[in-house]
């Protein structure tokens, strides 16, 4: 699998223009904005556009049609999941409702009091799911491990316009100081998000068929699982309309995880199962496999 490189596409200046879009016209406004940009992408970022199509063509076996379909969409969607971050946290949030698969997976986890590792994808949209958990009625913290090689001037922008994400944030880093910042979270009864599909560069991978193709996977969050003494669940959030997100927790395991191969394969399972589900909110644009 062709590593990620650890940086989201797009511009300060298209940023600026759907903040203040969302913020003086509203999100149908930005969303009809979304069209044209959506396709403008769709015809010309040929590299993640042919990544895409190539995945639908040759995993989920999607004739070329199909593929050219479910790729323009996934394009529209993931445009969609940045304008509905961006609204959420700029006090628009009411406009979004969300239904609670696994809700109480959660509640039970967070009364046990022994935190939770909780394993998600780039299949849907775990930034709106992060900020949405707060609006709940779980009270516990929730920590999201994640590269954070945003550029610096649309990371400052966003911070400033919107207050930023209203999850912790644990920066995966090169002096291993994330382990050490996940274990006092998860003893202090805490909630740690881990992406299970995604490495940079020359990491440590595990091989594990993924729609029938081996692909490789990044060790570590599985590691992790099967070392600490939290409750492991995962855990996906998917748009189901254009306002209405679905949230989904599978059922913790702890004493059944016999090793780190044990949790990447459960995951796999769940990631196959939700990539099945909405293949046009599949948002890893790039080579997937080995080539």
Request: net charge positive; hydrophobic share 40%.
């Amino acid at each position: 699998m062709a590593s990620w490189d650890g940086k989201s596409r797009g511009s300060l200046l298209g940023y600026k223009i759907f903040v203040l879009t969302i913020k003086w016209g509203g999100v149908h406004l930005a969303y009809a904005l979304l069209k044209i940009v959506s396709f403008y992408f769709f015809l010309f970022a040929k590299k993640p556009r042919k990544a895409i199509e190539d995945f639908y063509i040759n995993a989920l076996k999607m004739d070329s049609q199909l593929a050219k379909k479910t790729c323009r969409k996934n394009f529209r969607l993931i445009g969609q999941s940045i304008i509905d971050k961006v609204a959420f946290l700029s006090g628009k949030g009411d406009k979004y409702g969300f239904a609670f698969d696994g809700h109480d997976i959660l509640v039970d986890l967070e009364k046990q009091g022994k935190g939770g590792i909780l394993i998600s994808g780039h299949v849907g949209n775990w930034d709106i799911a992060g900020n949405m958990l707060k609006s709940t009625d779980l009270t516990v913290p929730v920590n999201v491990v994640m590269f954070e090689n945003e550029v610096q001037a649309i990371k400052k922008f966003m911070d400033q316009e919107t207050g930023g994400n209203r999850f912790k944030v644990i920066s995966i880093g090169n002096d291993l100081s994330h382990i050490i910042q996940i274990n006092a979270a998860l003893n202090k009864g805490e909630f740690v998000c881990i992406h299970g599909d995604r490495f940079v560069g020359k990491v440590k991978t595990m091989t594990v068929p993924f729609f029938g193709r081996d692909a490789r996977f990044p060790a570590g969050p599985f590691e992790i699982a099967a070392k600490f003494k939290a409750p492991v669940t995962f855990v996906f959030n998917v748009k189901k309309s254009d306002f209405e997100y679905q949230l989904s927790a599978t059922k913790p395991i702890r004493e059944e995880i016999t090793s780190a191969q044990d949790v990447v394969e459960r995951y796999v399972d769940i990631l196959e199962e939700k990539t099945r589900q909405y293949p046009e909110q599949w948002f890893n644009y790039y080579d997937f496999y080995n080539t």
